[in-house]
């Protein structure tokens, strides 16, 4: 796997080359957001390969506009079949060994990276969008873009987006060092084509939907006081987790790019640790975890670990404002 990663870092480092400027002067944050669009408007199939530090994963996504409607399939196409469909605002799950699912929700999660489906409009406060340059992915000619947080302290990706289609056909994540963390790669692709098996989404019998407690009006006796710039809650919840005696605290935060969550339960629970701190990372998610004020503080996202500590660090009860 180290093998795989350091030749897919030497590769990035060929990708780009010079071309003719663009016909056109269309910003950099203007044609992200044609990508916006067009992942979600257009009749596309894509087959692509997902690599992280885990490994590296084939999937197919199909995706579909039917009488104003979306349909969408993310299949992986090796191992097990684990197949996750969307009609409209429902997103349906099937997997081996587990009932099948249902929640709602505006796309399927992990079927294109979360990049694709921001508002650039609303992003371009917080974020620069750098052109690069072109080159050519899946024999395509793309273009190629940075997006990059103004405050240094999340992470950054590199779009690699059709010239003709505005499809993404290659997106890296990387850390604050530069270092990819993960990869969305396309091998093949085919617009304006319908599947079959995508229209017969339209009659399909599906799972039952999962109701999901709203818990958006939860109010807490803590916040963090330091906040990435763009930073808002979205939602808060308080729910018991198994092993604890008291219910934990979580709310949830987002930039429309990146989201976290700050998780608070009583020090001295069950399940709580007793002192001291903790930071892991893998891949792109943080777990900072410390233990102060008779108040356990989890901070669980996608941000660098520097990041997720600070906001862990700036948590205050009310009683020590």
């Known amino acids: ?91 349906s799950y099937f997997e081996p060994g587990l009932e099948p699912f249902t929640l709602t929700g505006d796309y399927i999660v992990d079927s294109l990276p979360s990049v694709v489906y921001a508002d650039f409009k609303k992003l371009s406060s917080s974020y620069d969008f750098i052109a690069v340059g072109r080159t050519r992915i899946a024999d395509r000619l793309c273009e190629v873009i940075r997006v990059v947080s103004r405050d240094g302290t999340r992470y950054s990706y590199i779009v690699w987006m059709d010239t003709e289609t505005k499809l993404p056909l290659r997106v890296d994540l990387l850390d604050r060092d530069g270092e990819t963390l993960e990869q969305f790669r396309v091998i093949s692709f085919a617009v304006n084509q319908m599947n079959p098996s995508i229209q017969a989404l339209e009659k399909a019998n599906l799972p039952p939907l999962l109701a999901v407690p709203d818990d958006k009006n939860v109010n807490f006796a803590w916040a963090p006081s330091w906040l990435p710039q763009g930073f808002k809650a979205v939602s808060s919840s308080k729910r018991p987790l198994p092993g604890m005696e008291l219910p934990v605290e979580s709310r949830l935060y987002t930039d429309g790019l990146f989201s976290f969550s700050v998780n608070v339960s009583r020090a001295g ?10 930071l892991l990372r893998n891949g792109r998610r943080t777990v900072s975890t410390e233990v102060r004020d008779n108040m356990e503080i989890t901070v669980v996202g996608e941000l660098p670990p520097q990041t997720a500590k600070r906001i862990a660090d700036s948590v205050t009860s009310r009683a020590t404002r």
């Open 1 to 91: 796997m180290k093998q795989l990663w350091c030749a897919v870092s030497l590769l990035a480092g060929s990708l780009f080359f010079s071309s003719n400027a663009p016909a056109d002067t269309i910003s950099s944050g203007a044609l992200l957001q044609q990508m916006n669009v067009a992942s979600q408007s257009l009749n596309y199939e894509l087959a692509f390969i997902s690599i992280n530090k885990q490994g590296v994963e084939s999937l197919r996504y199909r995706h579909a506009r039917l009488a104003s409607k979306t349909y969408a399939q993310l299949l992986q196409m090796d191992g097990p079949r684990r197949e996750v469909v969307q009609r409209g605002g429902e997103i």
């Open 269 to 278: 629970t069950a399940g709580a640790t007793s002192s001291g701190e903790q």
